[in-house]
């Protein structure tokens, strides 16, 4: 397993963009699937996006897609979610989590139980 940092959330005015980061320990990193997930007040954890750990291939959840970038960079170790033309629904604490050789199956979206290493979140949140 890796153990995950988050960094990058803050207060942002709608319309605004971040860039969460997630750095990862371990020589697996380039093994490792990488999803986001967000989790609002009162609310379900939910899928946000993920890339597989081979291809770069990447899936996003419907209400993000077009906003919200994936990426990743195995030189170091980190994976990044870039998100742009924020709106308040977007304001939860957001989740790294990491699979060991996971690939997505496109038809279905990831579950929390897929990936085995979870970082602590960062708190993004929209003013309207």
């Not at 997630?22 to 989790?39: D, E, I, L, Y």
């Not at 030189?75 to 924020?86: F, M, R, V």
């Not at 939860?92 to 199956?105: D, H, T």
Request: charged fraction near 15%; hydrophobic fraction near 35%.
């Amino acid at each position: 397993q890796v153990q995950l940092v988050e960094s990058g959330g803050g207060l942002v005015q709608a319309g605004g963009s971040l860039r969460l980061s997630c750095a990862a320990s371990g020589r697996t990193f380039s093994k490792h699937g990488m999803a986001w997930f967000r989790q609002a007040p009162g609310k379900e954890r939910e899928f946000v996006a993920v890339i597989a750990w081979s291809g770069g291939g990447t899936y996003y959840a419907d209400s993000v897609k077009g906003r919200f970038a994936i990426s990743r960079d195995n030189g170091k170790n980190t994976a990044y979610l870039q998100i742009n033309s924020l709106k308040p629904e977007d304001t939860a604490v957001y989740y790294c989590a990491a699979g060991l050789y996971y690939n997505f199956n496109p038809t279905a979206a990831p579950q929390s139980a897929d990936f085995g290493s979870w970082g602590q979140g960062t708190q993004v949140t929209v003013s309207s």
